[in-house]
Nanobody
Framework: QVQLVESGGGLVQPGGSLRLSCAAS????????MGWYRQAPGKQRDLVAT???????DYADSVRGRFTISRDNAKNTVYLQMNSLKPEDTAVYYC??????????WGQGTQVTVSS
C-alpha cells in the first residue's frame, strides 16, 4: 500500500493563493498518473487536476488558468498551486492516482476555506 498525506490548506481571502502538497510513502508513486480531488460539504468528490508520470497536465474547467499541478518524483510529492481563489473553491482537497487505485490509500485531505 502507498500512503498519501496532504498538507498546505488553510483559510485564505478571495483572490489569495495556497500551495498544497501530497507526499507518498513509496517511490512507486512515480509511475502513476496523479490527481488532485476536492469534496465540498454535501457534494461528491470531484477531480480538479491531473498530471501524468511524464508531466502532462489537465484541469477541470472550473480551475483551468488558476490552478497548476506539478510533481517531484524524487521526493514522491505532487503539488497544487492555487491562485485567484474563489469561495466556491472551498473544500477538502485530496490526492490520489487517476483513476483511484486500491494500492493507494486515501489520506485525510487538507481543508481549504476561501472566505473574507
Amino acid at each position: 500500500q502507498v500512503q498519501l498525506v496532504e498538507s498546505g490548506g488553510g483559510l485564505v481571502q478571495p483572490g489569495g493563493s495556497l500551495r498544497l502538497s501530497c507526499a507518498a510513502s513509496r517511490s512507486i508513486f512515480s509511475i502513476y498518473t496523479m490527481g488532485w480531488y476536492r469534496q465540498a460539504p454535501g457534494k461528491q468528490r470531484d477531480l480538479v487536476a491531473t498530471i501524468t508520470s511524464g508531466g502532462n497536465t489537465d484541469y477541470a474547467d472550473s480551475v483551468r488558468g488558476r490552478f497548476t499541478i506539478s510533481r517531484d518524483n524524487a521526493k514522491n510529492t505532487v503539488y497544487l498551486q492555487m491562485n485567484s481563489l474563489k469561495p466556491e473553491d472551498t473544500a477538502v482537497y485530496y490526492c490520489n492516482s487517476n483513476p483511484p487505485l486500491p494500492t493507494l490509500t486515501w489520506g485525510q485531505g487538507t481543508q481549504v476555506t476561501v472566505s473574507s
